[in-house]
Every structure is written in C-alpha cells, then in structure tokens.
C-alpha cells in the first residue's frame, strides 16, 4: 500500500462516511488538532523518566485518535462508534483521579505559573496549550454541527491534567516553579 494517495492534492480529504470537504473546514481543524495534541504528548513521553506519566501519555493518546475518528465522522450522531473509536465515559473520572492522585504530591498552587522547567515539564506545559487549542476548535465546530459532549469534556479535563502533570514532573525534578 502507498502511503500517498493523490487524492488530497487539490486541497481536499476525505471522511469517515464517503464526503469530501477542504482541507481547512473545522471538523477537519478540530480532528487535526487533537492529531497535534497527541503528537506533541509523544514528544513529551519521549523527554520523560517516569513511566507512570508515560504509560498515563500513551493511553491519552489512544483516546485522542478514537476521538479524532468519531470527529471525522460526518455521520455524527447518528452512528455509534464502536471498536477502537469508543472512549468509555469512565475515562473522565479517571482523568480526574490522575489529577488527584497528581496534585496529592504536589504544594498548593498560589499564583499563576509560568511554562517551563525540566524538558518533560516544558513539552507538557505546551501540549496543554495545543489542547486548550483543540478544545477552541471542537467547540467551533460544536456550534456549527453536533458534536458528542464527551469530546469537549474530554478535552476540557485533559487539559487540566496536563497542567498538573507538567507540575509534576518539575516537582520530582526538583525545578523551582515560576511564578508570574
């Protein structure tokens, strides 16, 4: 199998459901989004000496791809995913006990923080950022079409994961926090 097709030279991709659209439409922004969100969490998995975070890292970023496909999927709604595509409504409480179990060994937050620290702290401060993007996107593209709330919930917590999980990492790094 080639991995190029041709079919995307004039500007245009195909979704999950036979349409095409451009290239630049927000569902396809949206779903690119969530692409550049997990690529940058494997860059930060990559700069990381803590295989609890990394293993964290890694099965985000299979929910990202399942949701990246039901957002490719013009069909909305109107089909369940199934297979790979599915992310169990569970994963937000357990997003949510990562931040837990996170902040449990961090000091009370008292002031805004500037990104950066460590490498793994610094890649992670900006995939929350790319995160916060993707959640600008599925909420554009919300008001346009329907659009799960899970998506946007999702992404919503994982952002504040990755915010406490960027704190971590400088914390058992022993990297002073920067204040602003």
């Known amino acids: 199998m080639k991995i190029y097709t041709r079919t995307g030279d004039s500007g245009e991709t195909g979704l999950l459901g036979g349409v095409r659209v451009r290239k630049n439409v ?11 969100l997990s690529a940058s969490l494997g860059m930060a998995g990559a700069a990381l000496a803590h295989p609890d975070v990394a293993g964290l890292l890694q099965s985000v970023q299979r929910d990202l791809f399942a949701l990246g496909a039901q957002l490719a999927d013009v069909r909305g709604g109107a089909v369940q995913p199934t297979g790979k595509a599915v992310v169990p409504d569970a994963r937000l409480v357990e997003l949510e006990q990562a931040i837990d179990r996170a902040q449990g060994e961090l000091p009370p ?15 992670l401060h900006l995939a929350r ?6 959640e600008r996107r599925i909420a554009a593209l919300a008001e346009a079409e329907p659009v799960a709330p ?23 790094a022993h990297i002073r926090e920067l204040t602003w």
């Open 26 to 36: 927000l569902r396809v922004e949206a779903y690119g989004s969530l692409d550049e």
């Open 109 to 123: 937050l008292r002031a805004f923080l500037l990104p950066g620290g460590c490498e793994a702290g610094a890649r």
């Open 129 to 134: 950022t790319i995160c916060r993007r993707a």
């Open 150 to 172: 899970f998506a946007l919930a999702y992404v919503n917590r994982l952002s504040d994961l990755l915010f406490v999980l960027a704190r971590l990492v400088n914390h058992r």
